[in-house]
């Protein structure tokens, strides 16, 4: 689907920003087709482009989605709802991709929400033992993470770890969400649980099933976002059905303020 331009033949009115966009959304065979024979439906570059920018905006996009999730958490003052040991195999599943990824030098667009979403989590996990009057162990269990995390990124682990625990992300993401699950139907409401923060996961979660097969290749890490997917399904789903539900403890509040 050639068509014309004012421009001479290898040039194009993109060249100002083809190195941006060479390095972060397209190949060169794909900066030549779109803007230089113009071929803009070209399927197998369209799904690079839409790849490579849903990989941006899900970084982007991670940077915030716990956000909501810490400020729910220092607001109340409370975890009450949040389960320690999901979030503790939350971030084995998070640091283990995180691991797989960079020892497989796949690009940053495939896995750098990791990062992000790691930092937030361990964060989360402390504010449950802090505000669970655990603070001692919630500052032990910084230290002991981040150190474990120095040698897991080191040359002295081997690959065959590494690949071992992307393996383990998919018992561990189940367990995690299931552990997570089966409290908030145990107290019969969410808590603390943010909405903001689960349907931000879900979501992520799904568009990494697609942007895993197209810049990794890699069934395993696919596999790992079909199941990462599932499961937050489940927990979203919980958040509707107990949307208008509450703790204890706040109705009796409200049905007190109501008397006054």
Not at 152 to 174: G, H, K
Not at 216 to 245: E, K, R
Request: hydrophobic residues 45%; charged residues 15%.
């Amino acid at each position: 689907m050639a068509g014309t331009s004012d421009y001479p033949r290898g040039e194009s009115f993109m060249d100002p920003f083809r190195g941006i966009l060479v390095a972060y959304f397209m190949p060169e065979n794909c900066y030549d087709k779109f803007f230089l024979d113009f071929d803009f439906l070209d399927v197998p570059c369209l799904k690079i482009v839409l790849s490579k920018a849903l990989g941006i905006a899900i970084i982007l996009g991670s940077v915030l989605v716990k956000l909501p999730q810490i400020i729910k958490l220092m607001r109340a003052k409370s975890a009450e709802g949040l389960s320690f040991n999901s979030v503790l195999l939350e971030l084995l599943a998070i640091t283990g991709t995180m691991a797989y990824s960079m020892s497989n030098k796949f690009p940053f667009s495939a896995w750098g929400e990791a990062l992000f979403l790691m930092l937030q989590t361990v964060t989360i996990g402390f504010l449950i033992q802090h505000y669970g009057r655990r603070t001692g162990l919630g500052l032990l269990f910084l230290v002991v993470y981040f150190l474990l995390l120095g040698v897991l990124l080191s040359p002295v682990t081997p690959m065959s770890v590494v690949t071992s625990m992307q393996a383990f992300n998919m018992p561990a993401i189940i367990i995690g969400r299931l552990i997570q699950a089966a409290t908030n139907f145990r107290n019969g409401h969410t808590g603390q649980l943010s909405a903001i923060s689960v349907f931000l996961l879900f979501a992520g979660s799904l568009a990494r099933i697609f942007t895993s097969l197209q810049e990794t290749g890699d069934s395993l890490m696919a596999l790992t976002y079909v199941i990462s997917s599932t499961c937050n399904g489940i927990i979203t789903l919980q958040v509707f059905y107990y949307w208008n539900s509450k703790p204890e403890h706040k109705k009796k509040k409200n049905k007190k303020n109501k008397r006054e």
